[in-house]
């Protein structure tokens, strides 16, 4: 057997240190990857290099005749999607993706501006194309390839696996559940690299594609009929009462319920909620339903009343879809809608799904000042984001519907010392213990933003609506939350730790006559209450939450992991728990809710699987087909 030899595979080894190097050039200069570690900055170089050793080593499969002109073609293809990214780049400031390269307005917006964004230096991202090829021509010795064995090419491919499976190691190390959460783009470049990332993204879209292919309209008169059965009549009260105002949605970040009012070392963790539950309708029984879409799914939840996904992130799996989403129905009532967070507006792929949602305006991080001084943990801090937000929200014509995201109570809860205006716990959890903190700081920034809602005139024609995300400790700080708890946190206890508070504030109305609910509620049940509340009939909207003033309102949760909540049962992991013991119980008991549990999710997902809205336009296919026959 003949020696493996370098010189055997010379050529190849230049093109892909070629590219490699280019694409690391292109990171530097072309994109704004941010970079944190010494780590974070070794995976960004070595990233383009599994899949390049990958597709330049399928060269060994080509017939020697055609190898150079396949290394060409792949170097063309390589250097043309390098170039593209980063001509979009320049527009978009984000990553390339499947969809928003078919959706048309995207790309009428880059076809007409093409020639503006093209640089005459983005031709030096074929230079190394020209070096192949000048080789190729005039150097076809050093171009020839032999023939590996097929022991060396076992070798080289469980080299180039080795290689990607490092690369993806060091990742998942650095930003856990990356591919499962997929969290944002530029995270994605920059733990997996540009072309794995284009991989990916394009077996996202496959798959949504094949199964969106396969459902059709006749999949939608089910649910149409379950979803026309458990509606529920709103209260003739409160229908309507908030008719004409601005929405002023916050999202508390990471709040969960049992923090109000609750004390750390004798002083209140939330003094501005507590105070303004006082003036408000407060529901201590509200669980949020989110999955790995975190705040994404909140506002997926938010806005449709649709579950999110089980798996992934709905905002990055499915913002092709059709929706029919509150902002788009509230726009047929003269309202204006935006969301304002001061984070990457591709964070969670924000920027397409609003566009999908029917948003008017996003005020992302661009839209605000951001430095040294007045940022902490995750970004800009709350209290100077609500400050900066006030300006927006006085740009934007009335009625308004506009989404606050706040974000420094976000794990790892960091925090200024000069913002910390209550004690750390101590416990084996660093986390719980900065979490008070964090709270505390965020109620403050909470309560600056209602006084200058007030100074500004904007609070008595506005309904407040707050909400907590999702939860904030998970279940690996159970231990520090026994100690703070004072009780052993049983699954039970788990389930009723995903309450989060939900507040409304209704001027005139809920300061005169402040309510606290008990009914189990969740946050599904948020478009329908905000619809009614704004007085828009929601009869033929599709919509799996009800109304929480409702009196038909059934007290009725389901989390997203099937667990779900009546109002004497808890069931979850298999088993049936007695709220009043909080002890395990009859299965029989829950019973009678399993079915309804599992069918929404199911039915949910049907939908945002199938892209079943597509199919409906605010009338039911019974109707549409009676419609038909006259
Ligand atoms: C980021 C913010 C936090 O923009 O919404 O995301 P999370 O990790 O809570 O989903
Ligand atoms: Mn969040």
Redo the contacts with the bound molecule.
Sequence with gaps: MRKFSFSKIKFLALTTVLLWIKTYIVYKTSFDIKIESPMQEFILFINPLSFLLLVFGLAFFIKEKRRNAYILTVSIITSFILFANVVFYRFFNDFITIPVLFQTSNMGDLGSSFTELFKFTDLLLFVDVAVILAIVLLKPNFASIESFTKKERRTYFITVAAVFFFNLGLAEAERPQLLTRTFDREMLVKNIGTYNYHIYDIVLQSKSSAQRAMADSSSFIEIENYLKANQKKPNEELFGLAQGKNVIVISL??TQSFVINEKIDGQEITPFLNDFIKDSYYFDNFYHQTGQG???DSEFLLDNSLYPIGRGAVFFTHSGNEFTATPEIIKDYGYYSSVL?A?DKS??NRDIMYGALGYDRFFEINDYVVNEENSVG?GLKDLDFFEQSIAHLKSQPQPFYSKF?T?TN?FPFELDPEDKMVNEFTSNSRTLNRYFPTVRYQDEAVKHFITRLKEEGLYDNSIIIMYG?HYGISENHNVAMEQFLGREVTPFESVQLQRVPFIIHIPGVTDKDPQTYSKVSGQIDLKPTILHLLGIDTKEDVHFGSDVFSKQKLSFAVLRDGSFITENYVYTKNTCYDKSTGEPTKEAYCEPFMKKAKQELEYSDQIVYGDLLRFYNGKSYQDQSQNLKQ
């Design positions: 970040e990471s975190k705040t994404s967070h984070n964070f969670w995750w995201i974000l976000h995300d």
